[in-house]
């Protein structure tokens, strides 16, 4: 899971000055989908591949930002009914499945051999996934902020965690409306995905709201909208979501670590917050067991910010590391 891009911290600066991509554009992918790609910084630089959270968040400009742009070919997409892929916020044949062999249809598109998959949040259950399955194209994984995508996952950030910030919780709680037997995530689902539009604005404004009161570690406003299209691509971003996690995003978190434990020998380095309270530290603890070998970094005083200063600090160093790997990796 991941919130809405993170507000910039002025006293975060990113590592590298903003870039714009060299190539970009459409690859169909079957099904009425189409995935929008785009590739920055070297062209003949060691190729990575950027992963986003969500799940349904899409690419951000600062994510061009992470990565030495004379060292590596930065290669980003947006998922299926994801940012600019199209159509927006389509359910239909958008599945974790879906989603690998789209990234492999990518790497084929683009004529790249092997190359570094980075994910944080839900994008680090999909690095997994794909790893897991196309290990012979990977040259090392970076995974910051694990989602295990299980229940347990989904009971701590809807249910649980409302102990830490009751009245926000409470909030969320009354924008999903159902029988209140019923647990809330499956209320907040239906509302959603519903075709109700104003109770699906609504869940949607308060889904926000709590993902930054717990991303930020205080009581955070509901957002309220530019504008129709704003609104619109927030409710396609969130629809994408529900169905998602509805359904433990295809995986669940006894399945996803069984596909981490493939991995085998390939160089793994796991980034988390201590402070992180969307996905809790222990999810990267489970999963440094389940990679033999793989590096584990619990950063303190971040959560899960990715833009967080320590957490940045964290990831270049995890990227220099996979950077010498790679390098050293024989053809």
């Known amino acids: 899971m991941q919130a ?7 006293a975060s600066p990113l590592p590298f000055p903003p870039i714009e991509p060299w190539q970009s554009g459409w690859l169909a992918a079957g099904d009425g989908h189409a995935l929008h790609h785009e590739q920055c910084g070297n062209p003949q630089g060691l190729p990575v591949l950027i992963l986003h959270g969500g799940p349904g968040s899409g690419c951000s400009p600062r994510m061009r930002q992470l990565f030495d742009p004379e060292r590596f070919r930065i290669v980003l997409f947006d998922q299926r009914g994801c940012g600019r892929s199209t159509p927006r916020g389509e359910c239909a044949h958008n599945t974790t499945a879906d989603l690998v062999a789209d990234i492999e249809r990518l790497r084929l598109h683009l004529g790249i051999e092997r190359w570094l998959v980075v994910g944080g949040s839900w994008g680090a259950a999909l690095a997994i996934a794909y790893a897991a399955q196309h290990r012979d194209a990977c040259l090392g994984a ?20 409302g102990e830490l910030f009751p009245e926000s919780w409470r909030l969320l709680d009354e924008a999903a409306p159902g029988d209140r037997e019923r647990a809330l995530p499956d209320r907040l689902f239906d509302a959603v995905l519903g075709d109700d539009i104003t109770i699906a604005i609504e869940a949607v404004r308060r889904w926000v709201q709590w ?37 433990e995003c295809f995986l669940g978190e006894t399945r996803l670590l069984e596909l981490a434990a ?32 793989s590096r584990l970094r619990i950063v303190p005083d971040a959560g899960h910010n990715p833009f967080s200063p320590g957490m940045l600090q964290a990831f270049a160093d995890a990227v220099d590391f996979l950077h010498g790997q790679a390098i050293a990796a024989p053809r």
């Open 4 to 10: 809405t891009d993170p507000r910039p911290d002025p």
């Open 142 to 161: 970076i995974l910051r902020g694990v989602f295990l995508t299980g229940r347990a996952d989904l009971e701590w950030f809807f249910v649980s965690a």
């Open 211 to 247: 993902e930054a009161t717990l991303s930020d570690g205080s009581a955070a406003p509901a957002p309220e909208w530019a504008d129709a299209g704003e609104r619109d691509a927030l409710l396609a971003k969130y629809r994408v979501q529900a169905h998602y996690l509805r359904r």
């Open 262 to 293: 493939r991995l085998g020998t390939l160089p793994v380095a796991i980034l988390h917050g201590e402070q992180d309270r969307v996905c809790r530290v222990g999810n990267a603890e489970r999963l440094h067991r389940a990679v033999p070998g």
